[in-house]
């Protein structure tokens, strides 16, 4: 999917374990994003980050936290996962430049994550 | 698996007509929107996008149409194909910020 890719696909965990999902980039762009997807609540935004070391909080960050060490990569930890974090999450990326950095958003296939 | 909820409106149409499919806003100070697809157990995929100087955006048989007046937009589908049927998502960015919002998301079904 143009460059990004989400890992793992797919992972089942119990509650009250951290989890830590990986999304790789190989296009150089600078903002990389965060969303969840959940019936009846469309994606939902959880973090994003304009840079290497700067991100900011979305919509819905409560409980997630996310690093961005190198441009390429960017994880998303829930540090104590929780019934209501069972979701798809997707990553994504934009070249963007100033205000208009989302533009045109790069999607990875998702990461079914299912908390017990 | 699947990724999209499973109460969105749907839109079923026979292949070959035309398909329209509708989104309203609420930030009237909104100065961009865009379309995406997501077929089923994948990401969203940029369709089309609008800037409010403009009433309407002509793609490869997609337009996309922006009423300010009412908040409306809507993305028209030329010659529906099967290969058409997916989640199709409005968007437009928060506060003019990098965060983009996106709608809830109406499902077309293409019938052959």
């Known amino acids: 999917d143009a460059g990004i890719t989400q890992s793992p696909r797919h992972k089942v965990t119990e509650t009250g374990t951290p989890v830590t999902l990986r999304c790789h980039q190989t296009e150089n762009h600078r903002y990389m994003y965060w969303y969840r997807q959940d019936p009846g609540h469309g994606l939902r935004l959880i973090h994003y980050s304009y840079g290497v070391k700067d991100t900011d909080k979305g919509e819905v960050s409560d409980g997630y936290s996310v690093s961005r060490s190198k441009t390429e990569d960017f994880l998303l930890t829930l540090e104590s996962a929780t019934s209501s974090q069972t979701s798809v999450y997707f990553c994504?990326?934009?070249?963007?430049?100033?205000?208009?950095?989302?533009?045109?958003?790069?999607f990875g296939s998702g990461t079914q994550l299912s908390v017990l | 698996g699947e990724s999209v909820g499973l109460h969105l409106p749907t839109l079923s149409v026979q292949e070959g007509d035309n398909s329209i499919i509708n989104c309203a806003y609420s930030?009237?100070?909104?100065?961009?929107f865009i379309w995406y697809k997501q077929e089923s157990g994948k990401g969203p995929q940029f369709i089309i996008d609008?800037?409010?100087?403009?009433d309407k955006r002509q793609g490869q048989r997609v337009t996309v149409l922006l009423n300010k007046t009412v908040k409306h937009l809507s993305l028209q589908i030329a010659a529906t194909q099967p290969g058409d049927s997916a989640v199709y998502f409005c968007a437009e960015p928060m506060d003019s910020s990098y965060k983009l919002i996106f709608g809830s998301g109406t499902r077309l079904l293409v019938r052959p």
């Open positions: 930030n009237s100070a909104s100065d961009y």
């Open positions: 609008i800037r409010s100087n403009m």
């Open positions: 994504a990326m934009s070249p963007g430049t100033g205000i208009e950095a989302n533009e045109k958003l790069f």
